[in-house]
């Protein structure tokens, strides 16, 4: 994956989606293009009445420095070949870096949508995966730790997706790669502190392309300090042909004005390195 992701809705129809609420005067940041080290709403197994803020970026409590992993492989080191179908033993419970987390700090990434390219364009060629039957925000399968500062005794709440094997829609875009996407069902089974490694594996598995569908858009996403709806503009047709709007369409002429996307702002920088 490459790492972006969308959250624009506002927190009180989170709270309602999900479920959980916002504590502590919370705000959370309206942000087209979230990157490596940026706030993603989740909500934990530990506290599954609580909608958090993790930074996107994943660093195991025993590491000496921050590591931001963005995507934790649910092969493993299995399947290097990345086929679509694969059927093999999921890896991530033997991995040093990811064990204990998938096992017992599970959780779901809140976002409206995600960004992915082809694998060798990557994000010079992005497009927008979003949901076109269930409208709104949905959950992908996550990991989270707690890392604390060795210097600063700073503590930093990260987190990770879990991802799979491509399915039909990714594979259209040409990545190899997808991100766990839960069923609305299969959103509170992921975050059951007492599920086994069958119950956890049986979830790891490629989203229904079904719900979902993509679009080009501009590669000035690809620089991370970049942000504004207009990014988020089509600037070409859906991989699959339907009749409904598309998300960048949904925002701008909504009815609620609620939403206040920050004007595009374009900022030289480099890309946190990806896993």
Known sequence: MCGRATIITPQEQLEKRF??????????????????????????????????????????????????????????????????NYKGTLGIFNKPMFRQAIKSQRCLIIVDAFIEGPKQEKLNKPFLVYPNRDRGPFAIAGIHDSWQHPLTGEIHHTVAMVTTTANRLINRIGHHRSPVILSKEDEQKWIQPDLNTAE??????????????????????KKPDANGLELLKPTGEKLFKDYDRCLYERLKYAEDHSFTIREERLVEGDQFILF
């Open 200 to 221: 956890i594996s049986k979830l790891m598995k490629p989203f229904d392309s079904k719900g979902f569908n993509a679009y080009p858009i501009s590669q000035k996403i």
């Open 19 to 84: 479920n959980a609420v916002f504590k502590n005067n919370v705000q959370l940041p309206e942000n087209v293009n979230i990157s490596a080290g940026e706030q993603l709403p989740v909500i934990t197994s530990d506290a599954p009445d609580e909608i958090q803020l993790f930074t996107y970026g994943f660093t195991p409590r025993w590491a000496h420095k921050q590591t931001y992993m963005l995507n934790a492989r649910s092969e493993g080191s299995n399947n290097v070949e990345n086929e679509m």
